[in-house]
């Protein structure tokens, strides 16, 4: 008879019996993914109904934690890596860990606002589509007098300070996603710049993805960087959260992948089929998966939630996503953006205050030493420690790992994580003095107060 087992992280879907001895007693087929348990439900039910000939077990991990089991070797027995961060399937690709996998006809166009839908030497497919954006609790804005941001470099002004959340990078593959996508279609210094800006106006890093649209839905703060199918967290008592696509517009499909260790693929490709075919997408619209499909003909009908991908706005027309770029310096990019704005959070926070407060005060009466102190100050907190060329050569020498908590990294890695330390710190304190040159000047004018809160002055 069927039934369900959860047991140490592996949801199985049991369809054995006594007339199917013989599909018993071979190995189910083992999807390793990162999409929880209400969404694997709804898949695991339908496909049982198509397929009762065909055991499935479905392992749940996070992406990360899946991609440092699935590239470190043959640690994690599965047959399909299933999951939502398009860069987690290149850092795949990269270790040699994926196999070809044939492309079904979806009429889905080669790339969607810039981003590739298929693998384009074939080992992973996208199945759904999703958008990144913002999460945002109405009655927190109206409440402090706040408007919807409407673009990315909009989370950057002074009057967002305080009211932004977002999880790390090393932590969620959907922010580290963001993260990338504003490095590429800025531009490495500028991308850089957007994001330790916008460092300085966060309330928190969250340790789970999930924890962003939560927070925004409990008011623990206003906007939240997230993605669409996470906009809305089911069974909080608490607001009412909406959803906004900023632009430039960022869409990336979720994908999944053959491993190379695959020991059922009649049973994989069968799976994959089943993602793809009509029946498959129309799971997509069930509001316990909450995605866009990936077949442009659920939009025509008019049946696609949320902005349709396929008629993205032409903003972001002069860029193009590149996956292998993005998963050749994915660690890198982690490790940046924890040292940078997730370890100094608090720290950035009061020297942008600073700044934002001198810049505020000079718009009404200039004054050349401290406008000259309070650039600099700017220049510093939007700075990086090395050029795009660098960072491709040390991604080239280096090879970097995530590395579990308590572990020792590797020396390579250990010496560059240090390097980033005492530049990162040695950047902060050089933009504090600045900023409190600024403001010290000013108070000598007496234009402000000698001290207000917040302010990086001693």
């Known amino acids: 008879m069927a039934g369900n087992i959860l047991r140490n992280g592996v949801l199985v879907a049991a369809l054995c019996s006594v007339w199917w001895s013989s599909t018993c007693e071979a190995r189910a087929l083992r999807v390793v993914t990162s999409f929880p348990p209400s969404m694997i439900d709804v898949y695991r039910r339908a496909f049982a109904k198509a397929r009762p000939d065909i055991e499935v077990a479905f392992i749940q991990r996070k992406t990360t934690a899946a991609v440092a089991e699935l590239a470190g070797g043959d640690r994690l027995d599965a047959d399909l890596f299933w999951a939502s961060a398009p860069d987690a399937f290149e850092l795949l690709k990269l270790e040699g860990r994926l196999s070809p996998l044939a492309p079904r006809d979806t009429g889905a166009p080669a790339t969607v606002a810039g981003y590739p839908v298929n693998d384009p030497d074939g080992t992973y497919l996208g199945f759904a589509l999703s958008a990144y954006g913002l999460a945002w609790n109405e009655a927190y804005l109206a409440r402090h007098s706040l408007p919807v941001p409407r673009g990315w470099q909009d989370l950057t002004a002074p009057i967002y300070t305080g009211h932004v959340g977002i999880s790390s990078p090393s932590r969620s593959g959907t922010t580290h996603l963001v993260v990338e996508a504003l490095l590429q279609s800025e531009g490495w210094e500028q991308g850089w710049r957007t994001w330790r800006q916008i460092g300085g106006n966060l309330a928190t890093v969250t340790a789970r993805s999930f924890g962003v649209s939560a927070g925004v839905a409990r008011g623990r703060f206003g906007i939240g960087i ?125 020297v942008w205050r600073t700044v934002n407060e001198v810049e505020a005060s000079l718009a009404q ?94």
């Open 226 to 350: 997230t993605i669409d199918f996470l906009a809305q967290p089911a069974g909080l008592d608490a607001d009412p959260v909406r959803f906004v696509v900023p632009n430039p517009e960022i869409f990336a499909p979720a994908s999944i992948a053959l491993l190379r260790q695959a020991q059922n693929r009649a049973a994989a490709d069968a799976f994959v089929d089943f993602l793809l075919s009509v029946p498959g997408q129309r799971l997509l619209l069930d509001p316990k998966v909450g995605r866009q499909p990936i077949r442009p003909e659920f939009y025509a009908e008019g049946h696609g939630e949320g902005p349709n991908p396929f008629q993205a706005s032409e903003d972001g027309a002069g860029w193009r996503f590149d996956a292998g770029r993005s998963a050749a310096r994915y660690e890198l990019i982690n490790l940046m953006f924890d040292e940078l704005v997730t370890f100094r959070l608090a720290e950035t926070a009061a």
């Open 365 to 458: 009466s200039p004054d050349e030493a401290a406008a000259k102190a309070a650039t600099q100050a700017r220049a510093l907190l939007g700075a990086v420690p090395f050029t795009e060329a660098e960072a491709a050569r040390i991604v080239a020498e280096t090879r970097l790992a995530r590395v579990p908590r308590g572990l020792q990294p590797p020396e390579a890695q250990a010496k560059l994580m240090a390097r980033l330390h005492d530049w990162a710190g040695d950047n902060l304190a050089a933009a504090r003095a600045a900023a409190a040159s600024a403001r010290a000047r000013l108070v000598t004018l007496e234009r402000l107060p000698k001290s207000a809160p917040g302010s990086a002055a001693p």
